[in-house]
């Protein structure tokens, strides 16, 4: 299955790093591995929180709204993932070609589940 590009145009790894590099830079935000994996936590309680909304709602409207809500925390945790690989020195094209790798093992092996 392939989904469909937005047509606004691909947004890349890259471009989310610059946005953590100028956000970081001009809010003087820490580059701290232990304070970033902290606001992930803390992303995933909302990523949680709205999936779970949307799970447990019978009301059209209010699904789709957590639906839109859960869209904008699971970018916060993407920009998170993006600025601990910063914090660590790990770049947009590494974490890209590591997700190639593991696509390529995960479409290989046979899960147990």
């Not at 590009?5 to 820490?30: C, I, M, Y």
């Not at 929180?49 to 925390?73: F, M, Y």
Request: contains cysteine; aromatic residues 8%; negative net charge.
């Amino acid at each position: 299955m392939t989904l469909p590009r937005s047509p606004e145009g691909n947004l890349t790894l890259f471009d989310v790093a610059n946005n953590v590099a100028h956000l970081v830079q001009k809010n003087g935000w820490s580059e701290d591995v232990f304070e970033r994996i902290t606001f992930m936590a803390s992303e995933l309680g909302e990523i949680s929180k709205e999936a779970l909304a949307i799970q447990k709602s019978t009301d059209p409207d209010k699904r789709e709204a957590a639906r839109k809500r859960l869209a904008v925390e699971l970018f916060d945790m993407l920009w998170n993932v993006v600025a601990l690989g910063k914090s660590c020195q790990v770049s947009p094209a590494e974490i890209e070609q590591a997700a190639r790798t593991k696509m390529k093992l995960n479409d290989s092996r046979d899960f147990p589940y």
